[in-house]
């Protein structure tokens, strides 16, 4: 047996997504995602142009040997391009050899470690009263976990907040249709600083102290703000403080460290388990947040989390809306399997999307659950695919309120 088709759907039912379809001599098929939000179009030629004349022929069961074969066969290393054209291969050789063996893929990677998987939800308002109303929304729904963003007073639209207004929002995007160019807004770090501490002693005062809060500072504080504000919100015991620093400095989150048991996440924006070498031996962080879509698919992100086990460390997998769905289930079958679970994010996919890609991953009461078709359990639709055209969408770039380039 061995792959005979590699075909590239790009379709846009609400946003872009780039999913790999491999299909074997004997008809089996299998899905990857290979989306990367803004820059899609490289991803799907490296696969159209570049791997897919390379893996027909392949004995698609030859899965380590195919990922180290596209790794180390391009000389050229790492980067979110690459890694996420080997993801979505990756990913599409695990979902036939799991639909080959009629198992779910979970059962492959050692079976289940647990019975759900904990996800947290998005609330976001431009204001308190907003972000409460989504909170509560949430809880209502049965999410024990939510990542609270909010309106900065003095700024406009910022990262993480729903434009659309108050109550419980599935679809923030941050990506916006704005034509050939990025839009584009403003950031002020000292008023951030200023003004966040006191919601989340807000939060704490009206929903307690079971609820899991979890916050992104979205790469935008230097080391020594973000070890501040680190320390300014431990009486409020976040769950995480996730991309308080820009990631490619590894040895900022030592600064961090040295002044806050606030427990730390990063990596969403990383690709290789290269980039946590320092973050992993040193402790440095609390969890991993790579995205099995960006970091080379599931072969990839079973070592990563495994070499973070190691050091007490757990996941907190990448899942926004810009991961399809089939990453998204490929994040959830690794989530069930291994044993240093920590926890997943879940921003639930719009309609049409849903049209698109059939999933059979359930939600219930804070917990989802992969499902228990063999495979991965996700199918795409190619004629409801067919009617979402590719529309440019970027993600919006950010700047100081002097006119300063600064991280988004
Ligand atoms: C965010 C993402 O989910 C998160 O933690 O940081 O929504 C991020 O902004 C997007 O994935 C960028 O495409
Ligand atoms: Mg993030």
Redesign the pocket.
């Known amino acids: 047996m061995s792959i005979a088709s590699v075909d590239v759907i790009v379709t846009s039912p609400g946003r872009n997504f780039v999913t790999l379809k491999i299909t074997t001599s004997d008809g089996v098929v299998g899905w990857g995602d290979a989306t990367l939000?803004?820059r899609e179009l490289s991803v799907a030629s490296y696969l159209s142009d570049h791997l897919a004349s390379m893996l027909i022929g392949r004995d698609e069961d030859r899965i380590e040997d195919t990922w180290q074969y596209l790794y180390r066969g391009a000389y050229w290393r790492r980067g979110p391009v690459t890694m996420a054209a080997i993801a979505a291969v990756d990913m599409a050789l695990w979902d036939i050899k799991a639909k080959k063996a009629g198992m779910p893929l979970y059962q492959l990677l050692g079976g289940a470690s647990r019975d759900g998987v904990r996800v947290y939800a998005h609330a976001s308002g431009t204001d308190f009263e907003a972000l409460s109303n989504a909170i509560t929304g949430y809880r209502e729904l049965g999410f024990t976990a939510v990542?609270v963003q909010t309106g900065v007073p003095g700024l406009g639209q910022i990262?993480?907040v729903s434009a659309a207004g108050p109550g419980v929002r599935y679809d923030y995007e941050?990506?916006k249709r704005s034509g050939d160019r990025p839009a584009e807004e403003t950031w002020d770090t000292r008023q951030y600083l200023n003004h966040m501490p006191g919601v989340f002693a807000k939060i704490r005062e009206e929903f307690g102290t079971d609820l899991r809060l979890l916050h992104?500072g979205?790469h935008r504080m230097s080391p020594i703000e973000a070890a501040r504000f680190a320390k300014d919100v431990e009486p409020y015991d976040l769950f995480w403080l996730?991309?308080a620093t820009p990631g490619e400095d590894q040895t900022a989150l030592r600064l961090i460290r040295q002044h806050s048991t606030t427990p730390l996440a990063i990596g969403?924006v990383f690709n290789t388990v290269y980039d946590y070498q320092t973050l992993i031996t040193e402790r440095l962080i609390d969890y991993v947040r790579s995205a099995v879509t960006h970091t080379g698919g599931i072969t990839a992100m079973k070592k990563l989390l495994d070499f973070a086990a190691i050091y007490g460390i757990r996941s907190g997998i990448?899942g926004?809306t810009?991961i399809s769905p089939v990453g998204m289930a490929a994040a959830l079958h690794l989530d069930l399997a291994i044993h240093n679970f920590g926890i997943q994010?879940y921003?639930p996919h719009n309609e049409q999307t849903l049209e698109v890609f059939q999933t059979s991953f359930t939600f219930d009461k804070g917990f989802l659950h992969p499902g228990d078709q063999p495979g991965l359990g996700v199918e795409l639709d190619e004629e409801a695919a067919g009617a979402f055209e590719y529309t440019k969408a970027y993600?919006p770039v950010n700047r100081l309120l002097d006119g300063t380039v600064h991280d988004w």
């Open positions: 939000n803004g990542r990262y993480g941050p990506a992104d979205h996730e991309d969403e990448h926004p810009d994010e921003m993600l």
